[in-house]
């Protein structure tokens, strides 16, 4: 997992395969507290999986501070060792 | 993918990995459209990869009716020949 500054301000999490979703999950529900929206970016099944698995697993952290955080998923283009490669990201927020 | 009745008058789109995007897409669309609430169910990266870009393109297809719709992941345990099995579901829901 990596973290990155994107556009408006937003943090970006890039998630990979090997990304630990309890791991992801604790840093989606801090950039959540501190800036109110996060995006959770991946590429490939497994990483999209864990991505998804950490959006969930931030759902129940952040419920615990009465924050109720949905996701909007969305293709994204990144480049890649000057390859463009299709991600997919989690856009999360509170409700 | 398979359709099936879920509680609560929820139609639950179950997807597997071998499911084509557009065409969950185009059910999560019209469950939507006829419903106004939806289940989309996955068990492994491969299904839940499908699952995730299905939410993405039902999202461009439904933008064209004017509804914005939002997801929820949650894990939720169902049984598959006898086996407990953890899926990751996408409730989808107008934000």
């Given at each position: 997992m990596a973290l990155c500054k994107g556009g408006r301000n937003v943090t970006i999490l890039?998630?990979?395969a090997r990304?630990?979703?309890?791991?992801?999950?604790?840093?989606?529900?801090g950039v959540i507290r501190d800036v109110g929206h996060a995006e959770v970016q991946?590429?490939?099944?497994g990483a999209v999986n864990?991505?998804?698995?950490?959006?969930?697993?931030?759902?129940?952290?952040?419920?615990?501070?009465?924050?109720?955080v949905i996701c909007i998923p969305?293709?994204?283009?990144v480049i890649i060792a000057d390859q463009q490669r299709?991600?997919?990201?989690?856009v999360v927020e509170p409700r």
């Open positions: 890039k998630v990979s990304s630990k979703a309890t791991a992801v999950a604790g840093a989606i529900a991946a590429i490939g099944a864990q991505a998804a698995k950490a959006v969930a697993i931030a759902r129940s952290y952040l419920a615990l501070d009465g924050i109720d969305a293709f994204a283009d299709t991600a997919l990201k989690f």
